[in-house]
């Protein structure tokens, strides 16, 4: 295939640039891949496993004659990797992102990006319970979406481009407004991970049920919130600090809905309760028609496939 | 494999019941299995896929003869069992259940057996999202946890021959008391299906975010929740009303925690969340560590084993 761009620079190597890096290699969707992290050990590694075609020391090294720039670090660490590539970056250049939040994402990177270059936030839907450059994988992106956020000035020519790029990455493309996302992630993202974290973090707290029991259990509902809360910290509270206003509505929401079924349960409403678990399983059939998950019983972990 | 019981009766047959009959033929454990269920299309689906030697029409023909009598049904449901089987259950036999609570199984069942019977309450910690008798598959308990909850008079024999039974199965089996067992599960199991029903209900509530969003956007961490809200609404809805007090105490310290990890999302306090992140992440390594679930990133669902 021909490359959809000369030259791609990854800014942070984590999970999810490891995986573009793989997922591009795959597909040769970029003439040079360049990257950088700022933890010398995170480079080191990246060099040993060949990562990418060059690792430089400074995100301003890697940007210089890129036509793709993605940055692929925490949302809290987005402004101040974008003033560090700003007086950088090519003429014409793209610069995106891979932040789970979008509206603060652009407020801290917008200001310091040259006119001369295109930013167009986006957002792939995938990741796994491990982070770091090891962890990335070529198949991560097949079949997830991936949600672009373009500008009101943004060149259609260059959304096309990008689109085409995390189209032959293996993911499905939509565009979205920045607030619009940012509420529907907290919905099917944000919300459901502050649930996870706290219920594992109820369940570490407990003295009377021992860790060991937790964990010897926990195959009766509670190991699925355990993956889920063993995602990256950092990365994380990036997350909720940089998605207050959305998360809080969410969870404001939730906490209304789960004390009229606490009440359900005190009060012995039966009716209430099964009437409410019916509704709940329709949407997993949606999921599985939608082809985001799998139909095998408990994720196909059980060993009987469907 | 000589088998332990000479004639086993299932009374309910869904997943559990269903998979039990499997497991059982899988090593011999039994020398006849005999199977009922309350509806006539649940027998006609048994009698069609040959899950037991024998399908009789009412509870009280199925136990006759059998030493071993499995109720397999919904927890709110054992009771009415209970005095329909008592007068036909056979001298010595043991008498046990799967239900997943196990202090109001106890109060249910109890009175309607007789003295010439033991009954020795059990809990397989396996299941999956999906339900009824075409459902069932051999391995489900393979490595799984069975809890026995011995009564004081319980003849230790009739213990250990059950015991047997279940490492037959698959199962790693461990002894507890009921109200203990009730308290570990409302932790494990029975707060995390409420939350995750919780969290589902909400998102399909939002009118704002389209169910086709949210169905679309689900791999970001919701589809987790959705498979634990697919879950069999009568069983569950028995689960909770039948779990009353350990089920409320346990969502009343999430509710605590949830309000306190909301506060430091509003007030800024970054640290806060990353360090209640970071604990959290221990619990998964030692989840993977005991065996309990995979190190698959996602489950193994994104194609990528470790």
Not at 19 to 41: F, H
Request: hydrophobic share 45%; net charge negative; charged share 25%.
């Amino acid at each position: 295939m021909t490359p959809i761009y000369d030259r791609v620079a990854l800014i942070g190597l984590g999970l999810i640039a490891s995986s573009m890096a793989l997922a591009m290699k795959r597909q040769g969707l970029a003439g040079e891949i360049v990257g950088t992290a700022r933890s010398a050990a995170t480079r080191q590694i990246a060099v040993e496993i060949g990562l990418c075609d060059r690792i430089t020391e400074t995100a301003a090294d890697a940007v210089k004659g890129a036509d793709l720039v993605v940055l692929c670090v925490p949302v809290g660490a987005m402004g101040q990797v974008a003033a560090e590539i700003g007086p950088h970056l090519a003429r014409g250049a793209t610069v995106t992102d891979v932040g789970s939040v979008k509206r603060a994402v652009i407020e801290a990177v917008q200001p310091h990006l040259p006119d001369y270059v295109e930013f167009i936030p986006a957002h792939p839907l995938a990741g796994t319970e491990h982070s770091g450059p090891r962890s990335g994988f070529a198949e991560l992106f097949d079949n997830r979406w991936c949600l672009l956020v373009p500008q009101p000035d943004s060149d259609p020519e260059a959304v096309l481009r990008l689109r085409q790029f995390w189209e032959g990455l293996g993911a499905n493309v939509d565009e979205m407004d920045a607030d619009h996302h940012d509420l529907v992630l907290a919905v099917t993202s944000h919300a459901p991970h502050l649930i996870a974290y706290t219920m594992v973090g109820v369940a570490d707290d407990l003295r009377r049920v021992t860790d060991s029991e937790v964990i010897k259990y926990s195959a009766a509902g509670f190991r699925d919130f355990t993956r889920i809360a063993a995602s990256d910290p950092t990365m994380w509270r990036d997350v909720f600090l940089n998605n207050k206003d959305a998360t809080l509505e969410i969870l404001g929401r939730f906490t209304e809905e789960l004390f009229a079924l606490q009440r359900a349960i005190r009060t012995g409403d039966g009716d209430h309760l099964h009437a409410y678990f019916t509704r709940t399983r329709a949407i997993r059939r949606g999921i599985i028609s939608a082809g985001q998950d799998t139909d095998a019983p408990d994720f196909g972990r059980s060993g009987r496939k469907v």
